[in-house]
T-cell receptor
């Protein structure tokens, strides 16, 4: 099925470890986004990309890096995980940012 | 700074009741506003509102945008237990980004 695929779905990290979350879409969308969702809060934008090779900071970018080397993939990296980064991470994509946002099923990350 | 406020944050009603969820926003270069329903996983799309005063309907759900008041409401009539979820409001800001509110957690008791 066409859509947005996130891997992994669950992960437990120790403080200081690094990891990369992968978001892949097969809809030829230009725009891709990484959000985090914490209990009692809506989704907050971490980083986003408006096309291959571009990235930009969102509302809460500190502690994260991203790369968009291929149009279909958007990677979110944590260089040195902290307990404050325990959250559910959602990736989304859209044709041009004006409509039709498609979300992945989320990655639940716990940092201990 | 972009800001989206939803109210109430939490609502518990009985099956069959009608509910109204509110969303007010202040975003740079507002374009449209989206409503999502979130159960256990990813948000699922409900409505996209671009023009003021035009009601969008889908079954028992309806929504309307008021650009003058910078707000939107989502109505659910004859609620069912399957309507229990978090409802998220998200204006699209000028730089083509969704800005989410905190969400309203709706619980429908049988």
């Amino acid at each position: 099925n066409a859509g947005v695929t996130q891997t992994p779905k669950f992960r437990v990290l120790k403080t200081g470890q690094s990891m990369t979350l992968l978001c892949a879409q097969d809809m030829n969308h230009e725009y891709m986004y990484w959000y985090r969702q914490d209990p009692g809060m809506g989704l907050r934008l971490i980083h986003y990309s408006v096309g291959e090779g571009t990235t930009a900071k969102g509302e809460v970018p500190d502690g994260y890096n991203v790369s968009r080397l291929k149009k279909q993939n958007f990677l979110l990296g944590l260089e040195s995980a902290a307990p404050s980064q325990t959250s559910v991470y959602f990736c989304a994509s859209t044709v041009d940012g004006s409509y039709g946002y498609t979300f992945g099923s989320g990655t639940r990350l716990t940092v201990v | 700074e972009d800001k989206v406020v939803q109210s109430p944050l939490s609502l518990v009603v009985h099956e069959g009741d009608t509910v109204t969820l509110n969303c007010s926003y202040e975003v740079t270069n507002f374009r449209s506003l989206l409503w999502y329903k979130q159960e256990k996983k990813a948000p699922t799309f409900l409505f996209m509102l671009t023009s003021s005063g035009i009601e969008k309907k889908s079954g028992r759900l309806s929504s309307i945008l008021d650009k003058k008041e910078l707000s939107s409401i989502l109505n659910i009539t004859a609620t069912q237990t399957g309507d229990s979820a978090i409802y998220l409001c998200a204006p699209i800001q000028g730089a083509q980004k969704l800005v989410f509110g905190q969400g309203t957690r709706l619980t429908i008791n049988p």
